[in-house]
């Protein structure tokens, strides 16, 4: 009986370590903070793609111009061709200075959502570190409670070879039917395995039971023991 307490003990302690609490809490938040980071990098990808668009044409155009303005310097062409070419150069100018208004406002709409996805990023990452450093402390401790129900289990294999097979049956059928253990003790005259008080009857009959005899409790059906 008592192994076997003991053994619901530590088996449930291993399961609700306040290490997995914590770890449940913060892999809530940190699931919120990853749905935000994806709304966020979401609503950055399109701005950021038409930004650098943007760039590369003004990097284009700029290109373009410098060619025309080098060609137009050292051209020996004749008044049509150097026409052509100054008319060429000033199309060019204006589409750059469009290129680069439309690059700097695409530029003011990048930078805060670049700013939001890297601040979702510096919350997450105390919670990443926390997390890792929570696992690593429940495998410690989980190995060692199971280390623990290694130990009480040998125990309790030993206590159970020293009853008789009819005791032990017995006791198991009942530790099968209402869970925990088959047996409990009186306690102030209520069982302590269901915590209901036994009738005065009962309580007289318990108190009378010759040694190696167990009478079992009204209410749960346990073996009620000395």
């Known amino acids: 009986m008592q192994a076997d307490r003991w053994i619901e003990r530590v088996a449930s302690q291993r ?27 979401n609503a950055l990808s399109p701005v950021r793609s038409s930004y650098e668009t943007a760039e590369r044409e003004t990097s284009r155009l700029a290109k373009r111009g410098a060619e025309l303005e080098r060609t137009l310097a ?8 150097l026409t052509a070419l100054h008319a060429e150069l000033e199309h060019v100018r204006e589409l750059l200075a469009l290129a680069e208004d439309r690059e700097l406002e695409l530029l003011i709409e990048v930078e805060p959502l670049d700013e939001q996805v890297a601040a979702i990023k510096g919350q997450a990452q105390p919670g990443l570190v926390r ?9 410690e401790l989980q ?14 294999d030993e206590a159970a070879g020293a009853l008789s097979s009819e005791l032990a049956a017995r006791y198991e059928g009942l530790k099968k039917r209402v869970g925990t253990s088959g047996a409990a003790q009186v306690d102030e005259g209520r069982c302590d395995g269901c915590r209901i008080a036994l009738s005065p009857l009962d309580l007289s009959r318990y108190k009378a039971q010759p040694a190696g005899e167990f009478m079992t409790c009204a209410e749960c059906g346990r073996l009620l023991v000395p």
């Open 131 to 139: 997390r890792g450093e929570l696992q690593g402390i429940i495998a």
């Open 74 to 81: 050292a051209s020996t062409a004749n008044v049509r061709e």
């Open 143 to 156: 190995a060692s409670l199971d280390e623990e129900l290694v130990a009480l289990r040998r125990g309790r």
């Open 15 to 41: 399961e609700h370590l306040p290490e997995m609490t914590e770890l449940a809490a913060l892999e809530g938040n940190l699931r919120s903070l990853s749905k935000a980071l994806e709304e966020a990098k």
